[in-house]
């Protein structure tokens, strides 16, 4: 296991706000990781001091052991493609202009940006202007952008904000493909449900504090967050099975046919021998394991607690 | 070799956007008809018509220039920040006194393209008209190149406007203010102070040294001084000493004036948090 960037015990304040606070995340050669938070969680800022833009006011950012906002910064920004929350390009320029560009600013040559315009989707458009280019079709540009020189580090800040359910696709499509040749992966999103079949790692992120990192199952492992059973039952049997299972699952919703329980991952056998128990007047049923939407909500909703500032 | 990259990308933005077109017809319509009306009594005191275009066009350069200067510039570091262009561009491998020399420089290319277009078809004009000397054709030669100077260092005023604030708006106001400062409320405070002084304490070397403290009265001595064939039209030529100060301290002083700015506004942008 490769660490191609790290944060060591980082904090950042901005005044009497503090953006970060002690936060230690390695990046792992080949892996995608999501860094997911709220707005204001400190995504952006992590992104900030990995690019060197920002220096930390305690702790070490390393990318490949160089300081990024140090002597070595112009190389280490030339091994990183970034592409930025909401971006407006220049409307008056063409794509091709724009790529040709930032091609020359990183060093690289620039016959390839058609290749690279093509691999997003939008070699059609090269040679019109901006201003005519559609949202998705922007973001692609600053995923082509972002492609230049083939860094092997890849930081994407909120890549599929403002997109249509298509160009969402297209651009984890892409992560994707980025990620099976090799190249290291950040997104940073508050869309958790979306990335979690994409992404090795997950950070998750709150008030500038890092609540949780690590490989998904490890995630998973770590929070006890229930599982969440659905049932269908025959008309008027929703009381006797409810007398039938354990006291620790919880019933959080009923309707006149449906019942859905949340159980702690310990009684989960208990609850479905209670409910095998119930014979024919249980008709259907549907067992969802917690997703990351889930364990997310319940570390927010912990450390919210810890503020004081519960719901 | 970035700092060209980016001094390239606002020319071609410049030209896209019809920056360059626009002032450099602006500029040659101006100085065509000054050139070609302005020195219709020439004719009569067999004054030469290039000299007598070099003191006016100096005079609607010191309006015109630094009001151009600054709406080429004030967008220049804050306008990117708005469009979130700028954390991008520093993601490069590029520093950030190449951003903002970068793009003064490309503005500066912008406004001398403009500059000797437009005001070289005025002179282009009066050449082919005949009479008009060398001296004058200096004396031209060297206003193209103070206008151009006069410029820069208004491009680095508004560059060094636009590091400061954290809006356009403000920028733009304050590129308002920095015009009407050095254009119009600096030589009018400065007479009311020297009217109301009587000579008492600011002398002759007091009010040079004032009038060196602002790089439009900088263009305008040079200008209006440096050269004996246009001296004479511009009412400066007088029993007195009109030039206190040679031509190259002027030329030295405009230099200060494109560069302490610049300097400065790399400075505050290298202390910008992003």
Redesign the interface.
Known sequence: MTVVAEWRAVTKRYGAVTALDHVSLPLVAGEATALVGHNGAGKTTLIKLLLGLIRPDAGTVRVRGTDPAGRGAAQVRRTIGFLPESVAFHGAMTGHELMAFYARLKGAPSRLNAELLERVGIAHAAHRRLATYSKGMRQRLGIAQALIGEPQLLLFDEPTSGLDPASRRDVYEMVDRLRSGGATVLISTHALAEVQQRVDRAAIMHGGRLLAAGTLAELRQGVAAEVRIRLQVRTCSITTVLALLPPQARCIERSGTQLTLLVAPEAKMATLRAIAQAGEVVEDLDLAAPGLQELYSHLVGAAQEEEGEAP | M?LF??AA?EV??GL??RWVLATTVLMAALALSLALLGSAPTGVVKADPLAVVVVSLASLTIFLVPLIALLLSFDSIVGEHE???L?????????RWQVVVGKGLGQVVILGVATVLGYGSAAAALWLRGGVGTQALQAFGGMVLTSVMLGASFVAIGGLASTLVRERATAAGLAVGVWLFFVLLYDTALLGVLVADQGRVLGKSELDALLLLNPTDVYRLFNMTASEAVSVYSGMAGPGDPAALPAPVFLAVLAAWVLVPLALAVAVFRRR??
């Open positions: 970035r990259t980016v990308q071609r933005v896209r956007n469009r979130g262009t954390m991008l561009l520093l993601a490069y491998p590029v520093a948090p992003l």
